[in-house]
Nanobody
Framework: QVQLVESGGGLVQAGGSLRLSCAAS????????MGWYRQAPGKQRELVTV???????NYAASVKGRFTISRDNAKNTIYLQMNSLTPEDTAVYYC???????????????WGKGTLVTVSS
């Protein structure tokens, strides 16, 4: 079984910073893309950023220049450094990963339970 566990959420004032972490554990053969999504109250879940196993990154336009995703492949862990936070960044942030559990099984998508980020004005 595979688990994604997020940490690092919390309450921060506008203009502040937070760093999220997500660690994948369990029966893992290979981890491909990993990323962060977020869901604000009353809104649909949206992609924030994704990073490939080779380090290629993509960001939503709304966070580009403020958020930075990084990855430690040895630990199957990704990080999200969030700077210059605004109240519009308030959401539950979910970790997502594309994981192959054995050499013969296909890749599957896994989700963490989410961590709440609240930015006060």
């Amino acid at each position: 079984q595979v688990q994604l566990v997020e940490s690092g959420g919390g309450l921060v004032q506008a203009g502040g910073s937070l760093r999220l972490s997500c660690a994948a554990s369990g029966s893992i053969f290979r981890v491909n893309d990993m990323g962060w999504y977020r869901q604000a109250p009353g809104k649909q879940r949206e992609l924030v950023t994704v990073i490939s196993s080779g380090g290629t990154t993509n960001y939503a336009a709304s966070v580009k220049g403020r958020f930075t995703i990084s990855r430690d492949n040895a630990k199957n862990t990704i990080y999200l450094q969030m700077n210059s936070l605004t109240p519009e960044d308030t959401a539950v942030y979910y970790c997502n990963a594309d994981i192959k559990t054995t050499i013969i099984r296909p890749h599957m998508e896994y989700w963490g339970k989410g961590t709440l980020v609240t930015v006060s004005s």
